[in-house]
């Protein structure tokens, strides 16, 4: 059961949404209102597999200190009893929890893929980007090392 929910879990979160939701086949593509789109539906799904999480983790205590107590037990509790009805939360938090725990760090990438597409591909007005550079001379074979430096009006 863990693993079958890990799979379709890594599947929703990974599977190249941008493709998925807007038929390109690199992130670069987008354009700046479709990414807004995407890291405004990203952040709500980082915050809904983070309380997926949070609650897995709570059954999952609940389970484990045998804080699960039957006072008119149905016939299946009767038949499980107390110590089996604890031992099925802590499974079944477990499981809740690790999922919405990978899904949490799926999403939690995502964003972060978003906005460095964002910041490359629409600077914002007055920023000032460096970083190092590396010039082959493929006649030579040497490499100079140096800075790139970007100012955006």
Not at 47 to 68: T, Y
Not at 81 to 90: R, V
Not at 119 to 129: A, D, E, L, S, W
């Amino acid at each position: 059961m863990i693993v079958i929910s890990l799979l379709i879990l890594s599947n929703f979160s990974q599977a190249q949404w941008y493709f998925k939701d807007y038929q390109v086949k690199d992130i670069n593509q987008l354009t700046l209102q479709q990414l807004n789109e995407s890291l405004k539906t990203t952040k709500t799904q980082v915050l809904g597999s983070g309380l997926c999480a949070v609650f897995g983790g709570g059954l999952f205590l609940l389970g484990i200190n045998n804080l699960v107590t039957l006072d008119n037990p149905t016939m299946l509790e009767q038949l499980i009893g107390e110590k089996g009805m604890n031992d099925i939360f802590a499974g079944l938090g477990a499981s809740v929890a690790v999922g919405g725990a990978i899904a949490f760090f799926g999403y939690l990438d995502r964003v972060g893929h978003i906005k460095t597409a964002i910041h490359r591909n629409f600077p914002g007005m007055g920023t000032i980007h460096i970083s190092p550079k590396i010039n082959y001379d493929q006649y030579t074979g040497t490499g100079n090392f140096g800075v790139t430096l970007t100012c955006n009006f």
